[in-house]
């Protein structure tokens, strides 16, 4: 079996991700005084990266829903300020087709 | 649809929900069952085995016609390390009220939405329940969008990452989850018989402990589907966190392991998936109902870890016929109150809490036994690989030969530790 890329996995699932607001909400300048960034290594599809400076970006394009990153960050699980979790609405998101 | 009441509604198509819809809708009874997937299925992601007994007790004998994917009839356990494995390797010939089936819950799961909208349940899926709606301390409804609908009781089948349920029973947490992140390999179908030796509908599961999660707490899965195969890991939440070990790195590394690779030989990535598996078992069970509602499948945390075997779908399934029996119950009696649905509880005591309290101590003992996923496949390998060398060295017995595998990879000391922890959880 091939190996392939984060960005070429993701390609073969189909998502209906429009460019409107993200469901996961992270505050990148906040993140900085984290000192684990489990959501770095803790993601399965690698949706959390880390900036030149030192900022948490977080993209929800291409998201699995799984909800790991809601239990390994202390503030997304508190609902922090500048922090929250959902699931995408409308069906929005990630559609499986094989489950 | 504001004006229509409704005596149930179900948040969540999955299995669970699926279930309580279709049973309700067969008993007459007016059930909305609300998804917030495109289709019903479309957010849903398991290993892949299903037990029919539940799907029997469901609608018996109609299951025949489900989409599954292969009936199993081997059982796989291999004991991993990074280069290597001893894998056991049965063939069993299943009772067909105690057989199992490989399963894709896209597929599964609609098919159980069209059975419970051909029962007569309404369905509707991509909207999103935000809220449930509570007044005077009882649940009489939901808040869809911004659409407020009304019912006697609501049944929560929200699944493993339940926000709606959250409310009533606690969130699932590190200490109580597990990720499964999951590849679903396209491979030809007689590739597949061919590969695992199996006839055709028959089906391999295949459990692998050690190296797939490079010594964290969990372990790796193959399921062998009609034309595919699902391959993925389940890796214990808090062992993760603590380990910073990537997770994608577990996953990218699996199929290329020897013992692995040439099963998916050629293959085609069909889907990269993962969900939450709540393994925290009879120690985290929320509350289960209340007044004008009850907690079902994932959502309550209805999952078994024996060590052997994660079982879920199964306890959605029963959860879900539970659920129903007691809406009904309590429709027909006009009182929606706890006391009233308590007999939900009563029902799942009888079976699933049963089964939950039987491997109580499992989970504990899986997370807290590191040697099980490093020191003793390592051991198992080495006591094979010695067994089975010959080298023209002098020969030696196979009991001397045994005693040094396993005397290097750990105290005698340890090894009797951890088999009277593991013998009393077990």
């Known amino acids: 079996m091939k190996k392939l890329s984060m960005d070429d996995r993701l390609a073969i699932n189909k998502f209906d991700s429009a460019d409107e607001t993200p469901h996961i909400i992270v505050n990148c300048l906040e993140c900085k005084s984290c000192t684990h960034k489990a959501c770095l290594y803790a993601c399965p599809a690698e949706r959390y990266r880390l900036n030149d400076m030192g900022e948490v970006l977080f993209d929800h394009v291409g998201c699995l829903e799984c909800g790991h990153c809601r239990l390994v960050c202390e503030r997304l699980y508190s609902s922090s300020m500048g922090y929250s979790w959902n699931h995408p609405e409308r069906g929005r998101g990630v559609i499986f087709r094989q489950g | 649809m504001s004006n229509e009441r409704f005596q149930v509604i179900v948040v969540g198509a999955g ?98 939405r069209k059975k419970a909208e051909e029962a007569g349940a309404m369905v509707i899926t991509g909207v999103s329940v935000t809220q449930i709606i509570m ?34 029973a606690g969130k699932v947490s590190t200490e109580t989850a597990a990720l499964g ?9 007689q590739d597949i018989q061919d590969r695992f030796n199996l006839a055709k509908g028959q089906g391999a599961a295949c459990l692998m402990v050690g190296g797939c999660t490079k010594g964290l707490a969990g372990g790796g899965f193959l399921y062998t589907n009609k034309e595919s195969v699902s391959l ?36 085609q990535l069909l889907e990269y998936s993962a969900h939450l598996i709540p393994e925290g078992g009879i120690g985290m069970l929320p509350t289960l109902y209340g007044d004008g509602f009850m907690i079902v499948g994932d959502a309550a945390g209805l999952v078994v870890n024996s060590g052997a075997t994660v079982r879920g779908m199964d ?8 659920a129903a029996e007691t809406a009904g119950k309590s429709i027909a009696a006009e009182n929606f109150s706890a006391s009233e649905l308590k007999h939900y509880e009563v029902m799942l005591r009888q079976q699933v809490i049963k089964d939950m309290k039987t491997f109580k101590n499992v989970h504990a003992f899986m997370k807290s036994t590191p040697g099980l996923y490093t020191t003793y496949p390592e051991m198992a390998e080495s006591i094979f690989k010695n067994i089975f060398t010959v080298d023209g060295r002098p020969a030696r017995r196979i009991s001397k030969v045994i005693l040094e595998s396993v005397r290097r990879h750990c105290s005698f000391w340890q090894l009797i530790k951890d088999s009277i922890k593991g013998g009393s959880a077990l």
Not at chain 2, 242 to 263: C, F
């Open chain 2, 15 to 112: 299995l669970a929900g699926c279930s309580a819809a279709y049973r309700l809708a067969k008993a007459g009874y007016a059930v909305l069952l609300i998804e917030r997937g495109k289709a019903a299925g479309a957010k849903n992601v398991s290993g892949g085995r299903i037990y029919s007994y539940a799907l029997e007790a469901l609608m018996p004998g109609e299951w025949h016609d489900a989409p599954l994917e292969r009936q199993v009839a081997r059982e796989m356990l291999m004991l991993m390390t990074d280069e290597g494995a001893v894998t056991v390797n049965s063939l069993f010939s299943q009772e067909l009220q105690a057989a199992s089936y490989t399963v894709l819950r896209s597929k599964l799961d609609d098919w159980m």
């Open chain 2, 135 to 168: 007044k005077g301390g009882k649940a009489c409804g939901v808040l869809a969008g911004d659409e407020e609908l009304e019912a006697d009781i609501v049944i929560c089948a929200d699944g493993a990452n339940s926000l709606l349920a959250a409310g009533f």
């Open chain 2, 181 to 189: 992140v999951k590849m679903v390999v396209g491979v030809p179908e």
């Open chain 2, 315 to 322: 306890y959605a399934i029963l959860s879900g016929i539970f």
């Open chain 2, 232 to 267: 993925g890991i389940v890796v214990d939440s808090a062992a993760l966190k603590g380990s910073q070990v990537r997770v994608v790195d577990l996953i990218e590394q699996l199929p290329l392991h020897p013992a692995i690779a040439p099963l998916v030989k050629g293959g």
